[in-house]
């Protein structure tokens, strides 16, 4: 199995992420163009592929004394390294492109889970879903809830645009089942309905026959991306009601979904659905689905009837002409319950932002739920995509992992001396909220600590793309730094296994989901404390929590809070190696699974199954 999806930014997310003074300090721009178009004739963007002829090298693990002592004796038979095909930067074929083992996780997981006594029935109604339509952790949360809801013994589906570009690989069984009509803008739109599998979970696809969901991305398509998901949202409600189908639960995300509870509520509740109660999930509150009244007219609402202040008004607009709406409040206020994807982004969405009066006012059904990672996809034991596989028991597969990246990618092989030389991990969107001008620090101050960095991850906006594009031409070919441009699920496997530390410099994070991952695989995280990465990264150095001690953490938003992270953690790699090592292990047995989330998920649908709204 190759896990790939479909790469876009939601239209509603803020477009001017930031100016070019907030991504590189104001001392520093112009000799920063300055050096990019000094350098600009002599080097070459390796960014994103590699296609030099190959020349590919063939190493057998029992040869691997030549490597400096990085695989030990003990570990060779367990490694199962024997044939490991070592990489190059001058490969024809970049290493993650390669062929992979197929790998079915569907029946993965932990298979002791005891399944609960009332088991219920619920329908994700939702943008994005792992891996075959996924931009960010949108997609990877409403798998892992998903299928650890029915471990635990519950019925699930999941509700999803049959978008044109959607990663059909990774569906089984995919049948049309129906067509009906559902409603948009006075007219009654043909619409098909599919059923298929994905990771052992049942999905229902929706695919208008209108324009809705054309293009080869999830978001940005050539189509008015609010009113396709009010159709949606009213789509996925209809068939609910022509197929006869009463969940217990309808739970929705974001503010693509935000409209359903309206329609529910004001429309469908009193049609034939009346058993579902109404969940909203917003894993980031700077989305909000701003919605003109006569938008929300053409899913067969009055837009005139939210727009008030109690409802779904956009208070940022009050006294503007026009004033508007919000899908994401109007969610927020129809919802029997509102999800966040953290405790600590719960308390900080109701102490800032526009949205937290509404929040106070509904603060009774306001939870903080932390996210969880799927770890059957996450896993390094059993990760097809690692050329070894490890576990806290047997850890020398990470030593492997981190050289098979480096020489992959040219870095300086640190075999001579692994013990000086962290290579940190940076996978995120390139974006004002993941912390720019951290990111962009890290990699000058790495430099001078003699450590290697790699960044991956992709730009929606232009401007900042460009900008990476020049600090790529500065350092790709160098011993110590790359930043490649481009999604890619199996490199971003194969990074976190590799790296010492992990970096999450945001700004703002819900929740944040690769400190996690990256714990998953043992590399230690380094973050800013905020959200739901003040959840679960606690920092070495304080003596009063060192039993729970995972990783190292920073408050400040200025480079220097970033730099004194990042001293104390390269000391602590090079002059603590036991210690370091003890760490590593410690991570690699954290369990941040989403079973404990979808406990507490299911506790909060229990809530509300017998309350009336």
Same mark, same amino acid.
């Given at each position: 199995? &190759? &896990? ?13 992420? %930031?100016?070019? +003074? ?17 350098? *600009? ?10 296609? #030099? ?41 970049? %290493? ?11 029946? #993965?997981?932990?298979?002791?889970? $005891? *399944?609960? +006594? ?21 997609? =990877?949360?409403?798998?892992? !809830? ?10 699930? =589906? ?10 059909? $690989? ?70 609910? $009601? ?31 659905? $009346? ?71 719960? *308390? ?18 306001? %939870? ?8 059957? &996809? ?76 790699? &960044? !991956? ?30 999604? @890619? ?5 194969? /990074? ?41 990264? %606690? ?6 929590? @060192? ?14 809070? /970033? ?12 002059? *603590? ?37």
């Amino acid at each position: 199995m &190759i &896990i790939r999806g479909c790469s876009s930014q939601p239209t509603s997310a803020p477009r001017s992420c %930031f100016s070019t +003074s907030f991504l590189l300090p104001t001392s520093n721009r112009h000799s920063f163009k300055k050096r990019v178009t000094t350098f *600009k004739h002599e080097l070459d963007v390796v960014s994103c592929s590699f296609n #030099s002829p190959s020349t590919n090298f063939r190493i057998q693990a029992l040869e691997a004394k030549k490597l400096d002592g990085v695989i030990s004796e003990g570990s060779r038979t367990n490694l199962q390294n024997d044939h490991l095909t070592w990489p190059s930067p001058s490969d024809k074929v970049p %290493f993650w492109k390669t062929e992979f083992p197929s790998w079915d996780i569907s029946d #993965s997981g932990h298979v002791d889970i $005891q *399944k609960d +006594s009332d088991p219920i029935h619920v329908i994700h109604v939702t943008a994005e879903m792992a891996p075959i339509a996924k931009v960010g952790g949108l997609g =990877d949360v409403v798998t892992g !809830l998903a299928r650890a809801c029915l471990m635990r013994g519950h019925t699930v =589906d999941v509700y999803l645009p049959f978008y044109e570009c959607i990663n059909k $690989q990774h569906i089984k069984e995919l049948t049309l089942i129906s067509t009906y009509g559902s409603y948009h803008d006075g007219s009654w739109i043909p619409t098909n309905i599919y059923r298929g599998v994905v990771f052992g979970i049942p999905v229902v696809f929706i695919e208008p026959t209108n324009h809705f969901f054309k293009g080869q991305s999830v978001y940005g398509g050539s189509y008015d991306e609010l009113e396709a998901y009010l159709f949606f949202s009213r789509a996925c409600l209809e068939w609910l $009601q022509v197929s006869a189908t009463q969940p217990d639960i309808i739970h929705v995300h974001e503010w693509q979904t935000a409209g359903l509870p309206l329609l529910y509520w004001d429309m469908y509740q009193y049609l034939s659905l $009346q058993k579902p109660r109404i969940v909203l999930t917003i894993h980031n509150m700077e989305h909000y689905g701003e919605c003109r009244q006569e938008q929300l007219n053409k899913c067969g609402l009055d837009g005139s009837v939210y727009a008030t202040e109690e409802k779904a008004m956009d208070d940022r607009t009050i006294g503007h002409n026009p004033e508007r709406l919000s899908l994401l409040k109007g969610g927020i206020v129809y919802s029997n319950a509102v999800v966040t994807v953290s405790p600590t982004y719960l *308390k900080e969405t109701l102490n800032s932002g526009w949205l937290a009066a509404t929040l106070i006012r509904h603060r009774d059904k306001y %939870f903080g739920i932390l996210n969880g990672i799927d770890t059957a &996809i996450w896993n390094p034991a059993t990760d097809a995509f690692l050329p070894a596989k490890f576990d806290a028991n047997q850890i020398e597969g990470k030593r492997i992992c981190k050289l098979f990246v480096q020489r992959g990618l040219g870095l300086a092989p640190e075999a001579q001396d692994s013990a000086k030389v962290p290579l940190v991990v940076c996978i995120t969107r390139l974006v004002a909220q993941k912390g720019l001008h951290l990111i962009t620090n890290a990699i000058r101050h790495i430099e001078a600590l003699n450590g290697q960095m790699i &960044i !991956l991850g992709t730009a929606p906006d232009a401007r900042v793309g460009s900008e990476f594009e020049g600090l790529a031409q500065l350092h790709n070919e160098g011993p110590s730094i790359r930043i490649l441009q481009m999604y @890619s699920e199996e490199l971003s496997h194969m /990074l976190y296994a590799a790296a010492d530390i992990v970096l999450v410099p945001s700004i703002y994070e819900p929740c944040g989901l690769s400190q996690m991952i990256g714990m998953r695989y043992g590399a230690v995280p380094l973050v800013r404390k905020t959200g739901g990465l003040a959840d679960t990264v %606690f920092d070495m150095d304080d003596q009063s929590h @060192s039993e729970t001690a995972n990783g190292f953490v920073f408050e400040g938003i200025d480079e220097g809070s /970033l730099n004194c992270a990042l001293d104390r953690a390269f000391s602590f790699y090079r002059e *603590k190696p036991n210690e370091w090592r003890d760490t590593v292990k410690k991570v690699l047995l954290m369990d941040n699974s989403w079973n404990n989330a979808a406990g507490k998920y299911i506790d909060v649908y229990n809530n509300v199954r017998f309350k009336h709204h």
